[in-house]
């Protein structure tokens, strides 16, 4: 093995430690307070050595984003038919989604922060007002609104009576304040499909 494909080896493995640290900090104590030697003390890399991966915090703050979101794409189309009715296709994306927030509370805690933060903003605004790709759930509520199943709202209403509610309690089942099982994620999604359906 020559020393050009060790590199390439030990890189992403490093990076997995400064993802993680980096996570786990701003989980701890926001993002203003996660400076970059602190992430990198809890990777265990030098205060400099982070920026060989990451040019700034911010650069760092919106990578992990984009990591986090692509880990959860995948797993909101396993199983996910598109030729289905459109309240089943809700309920598995909302379902999907809730229960990988409370297997991944890191993850939930960082994008809770991240689109409650400036940075989250631009992210928010493409997805609301469509000057992004088209995601999952914005085909959705466009094709719901489009067959009449689901309330003409804007879709902003339709994101915050969809995600605010499963924020909601999926925040307050990681606090310990509640217990979502199998019956009450699906009364808590039912309750919010009843809310928007026509």
């Known amino acids: 093995m020559n020393i050009h494909s060790a590199c390439q080896t030990i890189k992403p493995d490093k990076r ?14 926001g993002f203003h307070a996660a400076p970059m030697a602190i992430i990198a003390q809890r990777a ?21 984003y984009h990591t986090i979101e692509k880990k959860i794409y995948p797993v909101l189309l396993e199983q996910y038919v598109p030729e289905k009715p459109l309240k089943e296709r809700f309920e598995h994306v909302c379902t999907t989604l809730l229960q990988y927030f409370i297997d ?9 922060q991240f689109h409650n933060s400036p940075f989250g903003v631009i992210v928010r605004r493409e997805r609301i007002l469509g000057t992004g790709n088209s995601d999952l759930y914005r085909v959705l509520f466009d ?12 879709l902003a209403v339709l994101y915050a009576l969809t995600f605010g509610p499963l924020t909601f309690v ?7 304040f509640v217990h979502l099982d199998d019956e009450l994620i699906s009364r808590t999604i039912g309750a919010c499909w009843d809310c928007l359906k026509r």
């Open 16 to 29: 997995d430690e400064i993802f993680r640290a980096a996570l786990e900090v701003i989980a701890e104590h």
């Open 143 to 154: 094709e719901a609104v489009k067959n009449k199943v689901m309330k003409d709202l804007p």
């Open 44 to 64: 265990g890399v030098g205060a400099g050595t982070i920026y060989r991966y990451f040019e700034s915090k911010e650069v760092l703050i919106n990578e992990l």
């Open 104 to 112: 991944n509370p890191l993850d939930f805690s960082y994008l809770e």
């Open 170 to 176: 999926a925040r307050d089942h990681i606090l310990g």
